[in-house]
């Protein structure tokens, strides 16, 4: 199959299956609890579309992390609460769990789901890089070497930025 077979077509609750290992049973029950529904569903079946493989995908990957259904149903819920702008959230965002909470990336902010409490996250390495730079930059305009290359017997001398 090329590619715009496989995410132009629909997918049954076999195929969901025979793709991802989700059984019928827990489909059904996700959709009646208003965890997941089908793009389309009629009185007979169920058709999921390749994007909702994908967000299915993502709530398995969820459960095998210890995430409970509950807390799931809950982040998607506040997901789509605090970003309207997006249609479909599992699909869009990055999202990590340590197995209890739910946090996502987006527009370079990580957040918890359900909370919506904002974090820091930001890399040390990247920021050792920014300081090696910026004192480059001084030795340069200063056409010396900065204190912290000197030996100096006072440790509790600051090197002003």
Known sequence: MTPPDVINRWYYS??????LGITNRQLQYWDESGLFAPTDKSARRRKYSFSDLIQLSVIQRLLERGVSLQKIRKGITNLKRILPQLTLPLAELEIDTDGENLFVHHKDSWFEAITGQSMISFRVEELCHQVID???EREKREG???TSH???SDSSQTVPL
């Open 150 to 152: 000197r030996a100096s």
């Open 14 to 19: 076999r195929d969901v299956y025979q793709i």
């Open 144 to 146: 010396q070497p900065s």
């Open 134 to 136: 910026l004192l480059a």
